[in-house]
């Protein structure tokens, strides 16, 4: 068994074993249990009763977080020449189409967010094999293939973030950064499991949300009631 450094000794006994907590005071608590140099992620992980390899009950959705990521996020957006301008002034850092493509093409993929218009999916489309395992191929259900770019990128810099449902039936994202003050996270966090209840399948039976933890980059999971969300 490995032993434990002096920063993991410091915070060993701040989260009590098998305790639930509430929202709130978890995202009081995950700045306190964080012992890294860098301003790490606070993640949130749902665990659903659903089963997501049936289609009736596959969740995913979008949500805006109302306090923002804390982090810059690197929007391309690939569109036809008329929409460029109004790309570029509502904040995209990459703005084009063939010669981004070309890119794509060649492995370049440093970017958070690919955003692109309906004509412009014959062109994108191909580029699934590279983009999907990345989770940067553009999808209408997210938002990111839409008519209107200049929105969909400034909602996009201003907190809005997609999630899914995954095999096991657990949504894992990023609500922000410790940086972040306790209210800015607990805002977010309470923001996307509201989100997540909303989107709740008719066909799901039982137990909808199984567990909830919250952590930070590198600490330990914070275990949360999931009655005090609601």
């Given at each position: ?12 006994d ?32 749902v665990?659903?009763?659903?089963d ?8 995913r959705?979008v949500v805006?977080l ?29 703005v ?6 070309d ?31 990345r ?25 809005k ?14 609500i ?55």
């Open positions: 068994m490995s032993k434990l450094t002096k920063n993991q000794k410091s915070v060993a701040k989260v009590e074993a098998g305790k639930m907590y509430t929202l709130k005071e978890a995202t009081e608590m995950v700045k306190g249990i964080t012992t890294t140099k860098f301003d790490a992620s606070v993640d949130i992980d665990r659903l009763g659903v997501p390899r049936k289609a009736n009950q596959m969740v959705g805006s109302p306090n923002g990521t804390g982090k810059v996020t690197r929007v391309l957006v690939l569109c036809t020449p008329d929409q460029e301008a109004a790309a570029n002034e509502a904040g995209a850092d990459y084009g189409l063939d010669e981004y493509i890119k794509i093409k060649s492995g370049w993929t440093d970017v958070d967010v690919i955003i692109t218009m309906p004509s412009c999916m014959g062109k994108v489309g191909p580029l699934g094999r590279v983009l999907g395992p989770g940067l191929m553009p999808n209408p259900k997210s938002g990111t293939v839409t008519m209107d770019v200049a929105k969909a990128v400034k909602e996009v810099k201003q907190g973030i997609d999630f899914k449902v995954d095999k096991a039936g657990i949504i894992h994202t990023s922000g950064k410790v940086s972040m003050s306790p209210e800015a996270l607990f805002g977010n966090a309470k923001e996307f499991v509201n989100t997540v209840i909303k989107l709740k399948p008719a066909a799901a039976k039982g137990t909808y949300i199984k567990s909830i933890f919250i952590s930070s980059t590198m600490s330990k999971g914070i275990k949360v009631d999931p009655k005090s969300v609601e």
